[in-house]
């Protein structure tokens, strides 16, 4: 099981995820999160990294051009989107393809690696269904986190493993090349208790608040500990 930590706002945070060697880091640039840094302090904040692939941009654009200048002001290649259709992903992708020639043919792939947030409560409705069934097309990744009143992230409410299996299934069946990540209240104990079935539905957990004394402040003894039951399992 991969973990991603995500609210990263103090470069002693980041040295303690690198330390505990957290899979990848999260930085929020969404102006109604509690844990909100904004792009020059991100800049600032990834440049002491020591592996800038490890760093991921978490947007809410309004729309492309304003995705679009996050990514080129960070230098980021790995985008959260917490907005955006299906359409605006796909077109996003394409603004930022590589082309590489492989025993003479040419194989397109694009320079960023996408995960959309999705937002799931109790029950899914064939409105949710196709939605994810959209986005599993056109991203790398899709995170479900739990959603209240539309909007997604920072809630620290646990989606029912129930749904989010449910969820995944509907991803995968879209796209078997999809990794999925979940979110939403994540913390050692949950990770503890239900480590095998997470580990057979998604390729991620996403935490936030269960590595925290206080918004945007991490606590090194939660995070070395939430780690050490991932490195255990890799062995």
């Known amino acids: 099981m991969n973990i991603k930590i995500c609210g990263i706002r103090r470069k002693e945070d980041i040295s303690s995820c690198e330390r505990a060697s957290a899979d990848l880091m999260g930085f929020i640039n969404i102006k109604r999160s509690k844990r909100m840094v904004e792009i020059e302090e991100i800049i600032d904040l990834t440049s002491f990294m020591k592996d800038k692939k490890k760093a991921v941009l978490v947007i809410e654009p309004e729309n492309m051009a304003d995705a679009k200048q996050g990514i080129e002001k960070t230098g980021l ?3 959260q989107l917490h907005s955006l259709s299906a359409e605006e992903i796909g077109e996003l992708k394409d603004d ?3 082309t590489s020639a492989t025993a003479g043919d040419h194989h397109i792939k694009s320079d960023l690696t996408i995960i959309r947030a999705l937002g799931l409560s109790e029950d899914i409705d064939p409105q949710k269904v196709r939605e994810i069934q959209d986005f599993a097309g056109v991203c790398d990744y899709l995170l479900f986190d739990y959603e209240i009143k539309g909007k997604t992230g920072g809630t620290g409410r646990q989606i029912p493993l129930k749904t989010a299996i449910e969820a995944a299934k ?3 069946n879209s796209n078997p090349d999809l990794e999925l990540f979940l979110a939403g209240g994540m913390d050692k104990k949950r990770i503890e208790e239900e480590l095998e079935t997470l580990e057979e539905f998604f390729d ?5 608040s269960g590595v925290e004394d206080e918004p945007g402040v991490k606590n090194t003894s939660k995070i070395n500990e939430l780690m050490k039951i991932t490195v255990l399992n890799k062995t």
Request: no cysteine.
């Open 170 to 172: 509907i991803a995968k």
């Open 77 to 79: 290649r790995n985008i």
């Open 204 to 208: 991620f957990v996403d935490v936030n």
């Open 96 to 98: 930022y393809q590589l």
